[in-house]
Every structure is written in C-alpha cells, then in structure tokens.
C-alpha cells in the first residue's frame, strides 16, 4: 500500500444531488454452507478462518507491521463478528464479510499510526458463541441490515455487553435495514433505546477535532464516491420493504447506553466508514475526500473514546 499524507481534516461544502445506487452483491455461500465468498471472489471457510491475515486483499495491498516481541498481545484488536444474515432481510443488505479483509487492517493500521494505541497487525474473526470473544473488549460487524443473532447467541451478547464490550455496527442504510437491525437489538436489550449523539459529544473530537455537520463525515460506497465528484451526492438510494426507494440522505450516529452512560452499541448508519478504510489507495480523490476527511477521522476517534471510556 502507497504511503499516506498525514490525516487532514479539511472543509468544503458538499451539493447533495438526487441519485441511485445499486447494491454491490458478494457474500455467495458454497454448497456446504460454510464457504463464503470475498469481494476479491476468494472462499473463505467460516468454521476455520481466525484472521483477517489470512485472506487474500482484494483492493491496492495492506500494510504489514510487527510490535515489541512479548508483548504481542498487550494490543488492540480489530474484531470481526462471523453472524448469520437473515434470508428474508433487505435483500441489498449484505454479509459479515463485506469489505474484508482490507478495511480492517486498513483501520488497524491506522490506528497505530495516529494514536499511542499499539494495534494487533493480523485482527481477528470470531463467532459470537467463542469462549474467546470475551478476551477481546471491542467487536465490529458489517452491514447489519439483514443481521441474524441465534437464540443462543442473544445472552452472549448481552452478557458481554454488559460486563464492558462494545459492539459497533457499520454500513447500512435505510429505514428497512435500521429496523432489521434494530429488531434483533431488541431481542437483547428490549429495556433499551438508541440515542443520537449530537456533534458536540466527546467522540467526535477526543483525536480529532470533527467540527462539521454529521452529514460531513458521510461516506457511500466506493463508486458512488468516485461518482460524487460530478454530482456531489454523498448518499446511497436503497429499497424499502414495501419495494419503494429511500434516499438516505441523513446520516445517524446512535449509540445504546448502560445504566452509567457507557456506550454499549454504536451505529453509524446511512454511512460506509469501511469502504472509506478497504479502498483508501484505489484513488487520489477517494482518499483525500472520505478516507482522509471523514472514514480515518470518524473511525481512530470511535475507537479511541470506547476504549478509554
């Protein structure tokens, strides 16, 4: 991968536009089920693969870094949750493995990069029913439109959670796949309701200093971002379930609180931080406009606030 600038937070106004986007669909499962493919058309078997490393990058390369030797687990994580998709969800909502493995290594990177963070250079994937997953304090999945928790797995979450996991949920857009996603919530926190954050809330400013419009640190996916260099439209257009199209425009940070204020979930929705990480050196414009200003920015303070609160 190329080497960088150093982040700048820049400004600009950004002219929405009307505009439709189509769903990019990998995802493919192989006949025994536990074979998915990457977007790079790699297959991927769920029940083994423990890594982000181990996959093939299907976009310009990513990074490679060693930490002190015997301290190799005193790092961060990137963690990638392995769920199921519901088959009658958003049918342009897609899997867990949407963006992998550039965006997380990518991040991870970054992460180390920027702040005092030392970061884990290969990541990790883990399915939520893992002895393992409470080893690590912070876990990330992927368009969560068509999210599918197993009835055993809505304890787990909920007892991880609640005893200082944080789980954020990231690039899906619409009113069907808030409400997909927010169901299976439900069935693990029904006594709770997300909040918006407001931009004067510590995340956004704890590294960077993100004094913008929440609408400024929108990022659509990577085509519709090359796309809008001609019509300014930073927004993706997805069907509903009654087969009607939503422009969603607006994006949203929420987050869930526990009884002292602590973030238990963080979405951004109607946003694709990831494509922001995964396709950072695939164009000039691409990077300075979403993974510069916004997806980098918006990603290493998330990050940074949930595990220092």
């Known amino acids: 991968m190329k080497a960088s600038p150093k982040i700048l937070l820049l400004g600009g106004l950004v002219v929405l536009a009307a505009g439709v986007v189509t769903a990019q669909y990998w995802g493919g499962r192989g006949r025994n089920g536990n074979m998915i493919r990457t977007e790079g058309g790699d297959w991927v078997d769920e029940t083994k693969v423990r890594t982000a490393r181990e996959i093939a990058s299907h976009s310009t390369g990513t990074p490679e870094w060693t930490n002190t030797p015997g301290f190799e687990k005193?790092?961060?994580?990137?963690?990638?949750?392995?769920?199921?998709?519901?088959?009658?969800?958003?049918?342009?909502?897609?899997?867990?493995?949407?963006?992998?493995?550039?965006?997380?290594?990518?991040?991870?990177?970054?992460?180390?990069?920027?702040?005092?963070?030392?970061?884990?250079?290969?990541?990790?994937?883990?399915r939520l029913t893992d002895p393992d997953l409470f080893n690590y304090p912070w876990i990330y999945t992927v368009e969560p439109g068509a999210l599918l928790l197993r009835d055993d797995e809505v304890p787990i979450l909920r007892k991880y959670l609640l005893n200082g996991g944080v789980l954020w949920v990231d690039d899906f857009?619409?009113?069907?796949?808030?409400?997909?996603?927010?169901?299976?919530?439900?069935?693990?926190?029904?006594?709770?309701?997300?909040?918006?954050?407001?931009?004067?809330?510590?995340?956004?400013?704890?590294?960077?200093?993100l004094r913008v419009p929440k609408n400024k640190l929108q990022t659509p996916n990577y085509r519709q971002g090359i796309q809008s260099q001609y019509d300014g439209v930073t927004w993706e257009t997805h069907r509903r379930q009654d087969g009607s199209w939503e422009e969603c425009k607006n994006m949203h940070v929420r987050a869930l609180f526990d009884d002292q204020g602590r973030?238990?979930?963080?979405?951004?929705?109607?946003?694709?931080?990831?494509?922001?990480?995964?396709?950072?050196?695939?164009?000039?414009?691409?990077?300075?406009?979403?993974?510069?200003?916004?997806?980098?920015?918006?990603?290493?303070?998330?990050i940074f606030y949930l595990m220092t609160h």
């Open 74 to 126: 005193d790092v961060f994580t990137f963690v990638r949750i392995i769920r199921d998709r519901d088959p009658y969800g958003s049918p342009s909502a897609g899997s867990w493995i949407t963006d992998f493995p550039d965006s997380d290594l990518n991040l991870s990177y970054r992460l180390q990069q920027v702040t005092s963070l030392k970061v884990d250079p290969d990541g990790r994937t883990i």
């Open 263 to 302: 973030i238990l979930i963080i979405a951004t929705h109607n946003c694709d931080n990831g494509d922001s990480w995964e396709r950072e050196g695939e164009s000039d414009f691409f990077f300075h406009e979403f993974s510069e200003k916004r997806g980098y920015p918006l990603g290493v303070n998330v």
């Open 173 to 209: 857009w619409g009113e069907w796949q808030w409400d997909g996603f927010a169901s299976q919530i439900k069935r693990v926190f029904p006594e709770r309701e997300f909040v918006e954050l407001p931009m004067t809330h510590e995340i956004f400013h704890c590294v960077f200093d």
